[in-house]
């Protein structure tokens, strides 16, 4: 559970950091990746783990690399125009998305709980940003639409590892793990040259921020999570990840000064439990399990 949740209140510091950094969000997200994968290659050499590379695994961390790289870029935007919390909380919608992907693609049906946690989510986050929706200007209203996509992206992340990880033997998933964030910060970063968005990093100041994206989020966040899951209940899981989004909201309450109202803490108290919910709820029934073929 330590593991768990420290991982999970590292995380929470993501979108803090690209917040902070002045840079635009594909520099921001490509850094994330160029320093995550230097302090993960340094783990896999230390550990003698470097060899599981294989040709096979390039592949598929390129497809996912591809996918997570989307995410990132959506998020980093939704960061810029409605700030960490609203922004992580989003990204978390995600767990309906995949559910939904993972019935038309796996065969997997959800348990009745999910079928409840989906309304409750979605009038929590009415309450949070739709009842003011006419008057909060354009550039809101984008962040929360790519808040959405992020989201979108990230149930294909997902999906990606879900397939992929099981293909390439348990014992090679940091090693998997590394290549998708070097291929995610190579596709980012070809990205930059063609749209021409600029590498350089203006100050000392910004470049610790964007070290502590990648090494402590990026690596150590989510090293700390993979460990932490091992042995513990469905149920623990589920309330260690929630710790995420719901601590970026508090961080974007305490640093950025964000409004807070009545509202806005019901509609995210509602939001988060519709999440949390809706984690519970992807596990399939005894009754409704498929085997996947």
């Known amino acids: 559970m330590i593991f768990l949740f420290s ?3 590292l995380i929470s510091f993501a979108a803090v950091f690209v ?3 002045q840079v635009g969000p594909d520099t921001a997200a490509f850094y994330r990746m160029f320093f995550g994968t230097i302090a993960l290659v340094f783990l896999l050499w230390r ?3 470097l060899r599981r590379i294989k040709g096979r695994m390039v592949g ?7 996918l997570f790289a989307l995410d990132i870029m959506s998020w980093h935007r939704s960061i810029h125009y409605v700030g960490p919390g609203l922004a992580t909380l989003l990204t978390n919608f995600q767990v309906f998305a995949l559910t ?3 019935l038309l693609v796996l065969h997997e049906r959800p348990g009745r709980l999910f079928y409840l946690a989906l309304p409750l989510a979605f009038v929590g986050l009415y309450l949070m940003v ?3 929706w006419d008057s909060v200007g354009d550039d ?3 962040g929360v639409g790519w808040g959405f996509l992020t989201a979108l992206f990230y149930a294909a992340y997902v999906l990606g590892l879900k397939l992929s990880i099981p293909r390439l033997g348990g014992p090679g998933r940091k090693a998997f793990m590394t290549c998708v964030a070097a291929a995610t910060g190579l596709i980012i970063g070809c990205w930059m040259l063609v749209s021409g968005v600029s590498f350089v990093i203006p100050t000392a100041m910004d470049f610790m921020w964007l070290a502590a994206l990648g090494v402590l989020c990026q690596a150590a966040g989510w090293l700390f999570i993979s460990r932490g899951m091992e042995g513990l209940s469905a149920t623990l899981v589920g309330l260690g990840l929630l710790l995420q989004p719901a601590l970026s909201y508090l961080w974007d309450i ?3 000064g964000k409004p807070f109202g009545v509202t806005d803490g019901i509609g995210a108290v509602l939001a988060l439990g519709g999440i949390y919910m809706g984690v519970m709820g992807t596990r399939p029934s005894a009754g409704n399990r498929k085997k996947i073929r």
């Open 19 to 21: 917040r902070l950094a």
């Open 47 to 49: 550990d003698g783990s």
């Open 130 to 132: 739709g009842v003011h």
């Open 100 to 102: 939904v992907v993972s």
């Open 7 to 9: 991982g999970a209140a």
């Open 254 to 256: 305490l640093f950025f």
């Open 60 to 66: 598929y961390a390129l497809l996912c690399g591809l």
């Open 140 to 142: 809101y209203q984008a």
